[in-house]
């Protein structure tokens, strides 16, 4: 079985400071593992993903995200935020690589403070 | 978003109506996905399509049916809607090797 927990529910910082969302998944198969970004009134967009390459995985806006299998992990980071980062973030899990089930998080809401 | 469209964009709707909700892409891909969004729950999968005509529950399909009778449009009714349906919901294409969504701009949908 699979599932994915994110850890908080909501986060603020200060613009120009650190972000660190946090998510923890279970799997019984090596995971694929995603973030993805959906701002006020829209779709969900594709931030970063990671299929079983570079432990380390970066996309777009200068985020990244770090595969830890012994902590069953995949917490997302950026060095630091801006004002456009303010949005809702979902960790999202499939199993393996072929599964076509995708399991979502039920997403962390990014302020950031001025 | 590009290469896929859901509409109507709003729709209030009194309860105990069928309700249809569309979403159309033009990106030829082979599996669709319907999704609900609420508070405290992130995203949850209603059901999804795998091909014309071929389609399977998700986690929450009770009270939804969906129809595929072409590749581009996905279409899922709520047979006799309910206030526990008020919600937006998503519809979400993926590619052939399932290595992520692409998602609509989202239905929001009110049953009173």
């Known amino acids: 079985a699979q599932s994915v927990t994110q850890l908080d529910s909501h986060v603020s910082v200060s613009e120009g400071t650190p972000v660190l969302l946090r998510c923890n998944y279970s799997s019984s198969y090596s995971p694929s593992l995603f973030w993805y970004v959906q701002h006020p009134n829209k779709g969900l967009q594709l931030l970063l993903k990671y299929t079983s390459a570079a432990t380390l995985v970066k996309g777009i806006n200068g985020f990244e995200a770090e595969f830890k299998k012994s902590e069953t992990s995949f917490h997302l980071t950026k060095p630091s935020a801006h004002m456009s980062d303010a949005a809702e973030y979902f960790c999202v899990v499939r199993e393996g690589n072929t599964g076509n089930q995708f399991y979502f998080g039920t997403g962390t809401s990014l302020t950031v403070i001025p | 978003d590009a290469g896929i469209t859901q509409s109507p964009r709003h729709k209030v709707t009194e309860t105990g109506t069928p309700v249809t909700l569309r979403c159309h892409q033009t990106e030829n891909h082979r599996y669709m996905y319907w999704y609900r969004q609420d508070p405290g729950h992130g995203l949850r999968l209603i059901h999804y399509?795998?091909?014309?005509?071929?389609?399977d529950k998700g986690e929450v399909s009770d009270g939804y049916s969906v129809s595929r009778s072409k590749t581009e449009d996905f279409l899922l009714t709520l047979e006799s809607a309910t206030s526990s349906q008020t919600s937006v919901y998503f519809c979400a294409i993926g590619g052939q090797g399932l290595d992520y969504f692409t998602f609509g701009s989202g239905t929001r949908l009110t049953v009173v």
């Open positions: 399509s795998y091909g014309v005509k071929d389609t």
